[in-house]
C-alpha cells in the first residue's frame, strides 16, 4: 500500500493516502509517519489521518445495530451464551476507568475503529464515543505528526 502512495504524484499522493487511512487497523501510529517518510506535508498528513480514521468511527457509530446483529448471531451459532474472559475483563477495565481514558489509550492499543466499536458494544451512547474518540484521535494526530517530524529528522529519514 505504501508503494501506491509513493508512485502517485501531487494531489493524488494526498488522496491515496487519506484512502488508506479509510481502512480499518490502518491508525494514526501509521498513517502519519509514512506521510512523513514520503515528505508529505505534515500539516495535511495529520488532518488526512485524522479525517479517514474519524470517517470508519462515524460508520462503525452507524452500523452498529447491524454489527451487533450479526455480532450476535455468530455467537448463537457458535453456542456462546457467556461472555468470554477477555469480553469480562474488558468490561471490567471499561467499568473502572470508564470512557474517556478507554478513548485516550485506544488508538496505541485497539485501533480508533475496533475501540469505538467496543465503546459501542459494552453500552456507551454513539454520541459519546464518536465525541470522546474524536477527541482522542486530534490528541494522538497532533502528537504523532510533532513526534514524527522530529523523530524522523533526529534519526535523518527525512
Do not use: C, H
Amino acid at each position: 500500500m505504501v508503494e501506491w502512495v509513493q508512485q502517485a504524484d501531487g494531489i493524488w499522493q494526498y488522496i491515496a493516502l487519506f484512502l488508506i487511512s479509510i481502512l480499518p487497523f490502518l491508525d494514526v501510529f501509521y498513517i502519519i509517519p509514512v506521510g512523513i517518510v514520503l515528505e508529505m506535508s505534515p500539516v495535511a498528513v495529520g488532518i488526512i489521518a485524522f479525517l479517514g480514521n474519524f470517517i470508519m468511527v462515524l460508520v462503525f457509530a452507524m452500523f452498529f445495530r447491524q454489527i451487533s446483529e450479526w455480532r450476535n448471531k455468530r455467537r448463537e451459532k457458535k453456542g456462546k451464551s457467556k461472555p468470554s474472559k477477555r469480553e469480562t475483563r474488558a468490561r471490567y477495565i471499561w467499568e473502572k476507568y470508564g470512557l474517556p481514558v478507554f478513548a485516550l489509550l485506544s488508538p496505541s492499543l485497539l485501533g480508533t475503529d475496533i475501540a469505538a466499536l467496543t465503546a459501542l458494544l459494552l453500552g456507551s451512547s454513539k454520541v459519546r464515543v464518536i465525541t470522546w474518540m474524536g477527541i482522542s484521535l486530534v490528541v494522538w494526530s497532533i502528537l504523532m505528526t510533532i513526534g514524527s517530524v522530529y523523530g524522523l529528522q533526529y534519526v535523518d529519514w527525512i
